[in-house]
C-alpha cells in the first residue's frame, strides 16, 4: 500500500476540485480516517506528512493517542455513545457527531466537571437517511439554542454523511442543502455556536463537497485501502 502517493493524488484531486470551484485550497483539511489501521500504518501517514486523524470509536483512538506523536490531531467522526465521554481529554480536537440531547448533557457535564470545553460538529441528517444518525435540518435551529445554554460545549460547524448509492447530483444536492442551512443559521448569532466549519465528503465523494464548500473532508479507504 503506497500510503505516501494516496495521500499526494488525493491532495492533488483537492486542489483540482478546489480550482473548479474558485475556492483557496488551503480552506480545506484533509482529515485521514485510521479506524481498524494499526498505529505503524497510522505512522506511515505521519511520515508521508499527514497530520489530522479521523477515528469512528473512542477505544480504537485510545489504543492509537499514546503510540503516536503528540502534534497528531484527531478528530472524533462516528457516533458517540454518551458513556465513553469520560474516555475523551483535551487530545481530541473536534466531536464530529453532536446528534442528541442526550449527548449535549454529558459533554456539559463531563466539561464542568473537568473544566473543559468540548468543540463539536452538529451531525445533520440531510438526506434524511433512517439508516443514518442526525439531526433532520428543521430541528438543528432548536438544537442549537439548547446548545446556546451550555458553558462546556462550543458548536464550530455542521456534518453530514452522503447517501449510499446517490447519484452525484442527488449528493451535491444534500451538501448544498448542508451549506445553505449552515449559512442561513449564521446569521442567527447563537451564543456558543459559530458556524464556520463543513465536515462532509468522504473517499467517493469528496471531490462534490469540495465544489459545494466543504471546509473538512474524510477519507479513509482512498488512503489506507479496504478494510478488514
Known amino acids: 500500500m503506497d500510503i505516501n502517493g494516496n495521500i499526494s493524488d488525493i491532495r492533488q484531486r483537492m486542489n483540482q476540485a478546489a480550482a473548479m470551484s474558485g475556492r483557496n485550497p488551503s480552506e480545506i483539511k484533509l482529515l485521514a480516517v485510521s479506524k481498524t489501521m494499526s498505529s505503524d500504518v497510522v505512522r506511515c501517514a505521519y511520515e508521508a506528512g499527514q497530520r489530522a486523524f479521523a477515528e469512528n470509536k473512542v477505544q480504537e483512538w485510545q489504543e492509537k493517542v499514546d503510540h503516536l506523536p503528540e502534534d497528531c490531531e484527531w478528530h472524533l467522526v462516528g457516533r458517540l455513545q454518551t458513556n465513553k465521554v469520560k474516555y475523551l481529554d483535551t487530545r481530541i480536537t473536534l466531536i464530529h457527531s453532536l446528534d ?7 459533554l456539559e457535564h463531563h466539561g464542568a466537571q473537568r473544566q473543559m470545553i468540548w468543540p463539536t460538529l452538529v451531525q445533520v441528517n440531510i438526506a434524511r437517511d433512517p439508516q443514518k444518525a442526525g439531526l433532520l435540518d428543521e430541528e438543528v435551529e432548536d438544537f442549537l439554542s439548547e446548545v446556546a445554554r451550555c458553558e462546556h460545549v462550543r458548536v464550530h460547524g455542521l456534518m453530514t454523511i452522503g447517501a449510499l448509492g446517490a447519484s452525484q447530483e442527488e449528493t451535491q444536492g ?15 448569532n447563537i451564543p456558543h455556536v459559530a458556524l464556520k466549519e463543513l465536515s462532509m465528503g468522504m473517499s467517493h465523494d469528496f471531490e462534490w463537497a469540495i465544489q459545494e464548500g466543504a471546509t473538512m473532508i474524510r477519507v479513509g479507504r482512498q488512503i489506507f485501502g479496504e478494510r478488514s
Open 174 to 188: 444534500y451538501f448544498r442543502q448542508l451549506r445553505l442551512l449552515n449559512e442561513r443559521l449564521q446569521v442567527n
Open 100 to 106: 442528541r440531547i442526550s449527548l449535549l448533557k454529558a
